[in-house]
């Protein structure tokens, strides 16, 4: 495990990084700055002695503010970064913990890829229910003869 010291460092590497970085290279840096911060996490300890995988003690809010700060973001640029590195953070956290620790800090066990995946399975399933239904209104309309027109196609004489 790297140095408390090392690991601020490489965050606010990264942090400068993002600033200019597009695309790819932008998303690389989010995924790295997830597993630093994770990494952070497990150097400050909650009241009962384990690291703080949630992120959730004062000391662990100030010290990342800090870093933000001496990267050069404003609280509005570092609450964007914050948010996009979120989903990454997540599926770090679950990767280093086990089921149980998960369950005592009352996270989901499954990670937000899986979870995405999960929906997306769902959402395509229910696309694939929608256009089964659309194809079946637009054959029974089709199936239906026209209005004023005689089973032979042609219009009754009035």
């Known amino acids: 495990m790297a140095t408390q010291q090392e ?3 490489e965050i606010v590497r990264i942090l400068r990084a993002l600033q200019h970085a597009e695309g790819e290279r932008r998303t690389m840096l989010y995924r790295d700055l997830a597993d630093q911060t994770v990494d952070l996490r497990e150097h400050y300890l909650t009241p009962a002695g384990q690291p703080d995988w949630t992120g959730r003690t004062g ?3 100030i010290a990342v503010r800090a870093l933000y700060a001496e990267a050069g973001y404003s609280q509005a640029e570092r609450k964007v970064v914050q948010t996009s590195t979120r989903y990454h953070i997540g599926n770090h956290v679950r990767a280093r913990i086990s089921k149980e620790e998960a369950d005592a800090l009352a ?8 979870r995405a995946r999960e929906r997306s399975r769902s959402d395509r399933q229910e696309l694939r229910d ?7 209104i637009v054959e029974a309309h089709q199936q239906q003869p026209e209005p004023g027109l005689a089973k032979s196609g042609r219009r009754r004489a009035q």
């Open 7 to 9: 690991i601020r460092t």
């Open 130 to 136: 929608l256009i089964a239904q659309a194809r079946a």
């Open 59 to 61: 000391a662990y809010r």
């Open 107 to 114: 996270l989901n066990p499954q990670s937000p890829l899986l």
